[in-house]
């Protein structure tokens, strides 16, 4: 492939993988454990007869829950970007021009 292409092209399918590998777990994270996190939520506001249906499964709903939010925060802030750093040592490994 890189003989035919050329090394830019080569590398910009490399990152359309990881690229697309990365927003699927984000999406199975989104799905099994934010999803639900945020339906079961406590809002601030007492008014909820004009909310959308869509506004009960975001971040708006669990506000009022310190603890949940400190969970998201978290969550987001270690798992994922762990996950992305991972991910660029793995890259790094298999295709380390430097061996």
Do not use: E, H
């Not at 359309?16 to 099994?32: D, P």
């Not at 639900?36 to 939520?41: F, K, Q, V």
């Not at 992305?84 to 430097?98: D, N, P, Q």
Request: charged content about 15%; overall charge positive.
């Amino acid at each position: 492939m890189q003989k035919m292409n050329g090394t830019d092209y080569t590398l910009y399918l490399v990152f359309l993988r990881y690229a697309a590998w990365l927003c699927l777990v984000i999406t199975f994270f989104n799905l099994v454990i934010f999803f639900p996190l945020y339906a079961s939520g406590d809002p601030t506001v007492n008014d909820k007869k004009n909310w959308s249906t869509m506004n009960k499964f975001t971040f708006l709903d669990i506000t009022a829950n310190n603890g949940k939010c400190l969970f998201v925060y978290i969550f987001t802030l270690l798992v994922l970007s762990g996950l992305a750093g991972t991910m660029l040592v793995w890259y790094r490994k298999k295709y380390s021009l430097y061996r």
